[in-house]
């Protein structure tokens, strides 16, 4: 067996150990260190099965790092080799003794090519998900799934790539939202597969990565949906891009932040009573807070389901860039651009919305010109599957984009 610098071909890949490279037919993957890392040790011990706790002293780099980041590489590893936890033809697990790689490997004799372009694995049924840089460089992660006419969904808070199509929060907004269409999606900076480290979390910033998104994506016009923070996105980008948005979708949306809408002190107290309480519950990981926090987004779900979206979130970002997003996102305001829309927008909303209130929706209506408001019966911020508005939501959007 050969360690060390060296270069290992397997499948359409090639891993060079020396420069820390991973590339597809001769094309770079860009994939973070630790992941790298990972692919390489597992690569070089591929004759056995390396437990778990050498993983995480030899990718943490001595550093203590917990089970759940080693499950973030492993599952980012396994995407960019074209591999997941269900098939397993790279990395396989071996319960309770860690993973081994078990796909036949060579050495190759030459370096692999070092061209710019930059992609990433494909994914079942037509799913293909890469990565592009914004205006400041931060990279983002974005995914093109199925086939038809483009409909393109601004990030979220939060969103992972890798899990949303199974994660019982978003897996049936992934199914609706493709259906007889190319749904393009992508992961917010900070959060997902998208970078972590970033310098800033700005409406411009935000701006820019979808900017950078549909540049890279090759759309030249497009319909375009927001839902909750990122119906202000996609307001502002409508507002900047007229040419690029043909029709807009707003559900879940706001223009004013809570701590900038607030009208008076009592409205303020509240914002803060409400920020304080998410900061608590992501600096402390209490489940209590995190519970709370949940409810808000999911009213009609039970508590275990509460439990799976405050999982669900520890997954999809670290504490440090929750908090960032919960105090940036109080203080958006699209407002006083939302006039400059010209495009023809759809407005949905949960009549009893328990984390943005209706108002807001029919705040978003006023300012937009060319806009109508649907109001649907429900209590919860986002759509559960099980919700009787689920279909409705979808039968609006399905002839909205239709006209």
Not at 309 to 329: I, K, V
Not at 361 to 373: G, Q
Not at 375 to 398: G, I, K, M, Q, V
Request: charged share 25%.
């Amino acid at each position: 067996m050969v360690v060390g610098g060296a270069v290992y071909s397997f499948g359409q890949y090639e891993l060079d150990t020396d420069r820390r490279r991973l590339s597809h037919d001769g094309q770079p993957v860009h994939v973070e260190p630790p992941t790298v890392d990972l692919l390489c040790h597992l690569v070089e011990h591929r004759d056995r099965v390396v437990p778990k706790e050498e993983l995480l002293d030899t990718v943490g780099r001595g550093r203590t790092v917990g089970e759940a980041a080693l499950a973030t590489w492993l599952r980012t590893a396994r995407l960019a080799i074209g591999d997941s936890g269900t098939r397993q033809q790279f990395i396989r697990t071996v319960r309770r003794l860690g993973y081994q790689f078990v796909a036949r490997v060579t050495v190759a004799s030459t370096t692999p090519p070092t061209a710019p372009t930059v992609t990433a694995a494909a994914e079942a049924d037509h799913e293909v998900i890469r990565f592009c840089r914004s205006a400041d460089g931060t990279r983002i992660a974005y995914a093109t799934t199925g086939d038809g006419p483009p409909l393109v969904k601004t990030a979220n808070w939060l969103t992972h790539l890798d899990l949303d199509r199974t994660t019982p929060m978003w897996a049936h907004w992934f199914d609706g939202l493709t259906r007889g269409r190319q749904l393009i999606r992508y992961d917010e900076r900070g959060c997902g597969l998208s970078e972590w480290t970033v310098p800033s979390f700005t409406l411009d910033d935000l701006v820019d990565d979808l900017d950078s998104v549909v540049d890279a994506a090759g759309l030249d016009r497009f319909p375009l949906i927001g839902v909750s923070q990122g119906g202000a996105v996609a307001v502002a980008y409508a507002a900047r891009r007229p040419e690029r948005v043909s029709r807009l979708i707003l559900t879940a949306a706001y223009a004013r932040g809570r701590q900038v809408r607030a009208a008076d002190d009592a409205e303020r107290d509240a914002a803060d009573v409400d920020l304080n309480i998410a900061r608590a519950g992501w600096r402390s990981q209490d489940s209590s807070f995190l519970r709370f926090f949940a409810s808000q987004f999911l009213a009609d779900a039970t508590p275990a389901e509460w439990d799976a979206f405050a999982a669900y979130q520890r997954q999809t970002t670290s504490p440090a860039n929750g908090l960032r997003f919960l105090e940036e996102f109080t203080r958006i305001d699209v407002s006083g651009i939302a006039h400059q829309v010209t495009c023809p927008t759809l407005i949905i909303h949960s009549r009893d919305d328990a984390r943005v209130p209706v108002a807001q929706a029919l705040e978003l209506a006023t300012l937009i010109p060319d806009s109508r408001l649907i109001l649907l019966e429900s209590r919860n911020h986002l759509f559960t599957a099980a919700d009787p508005a689920w279909p409705t939501f979808l039968s609006h959007l399905d002839n909205f984009l239709s006209e």
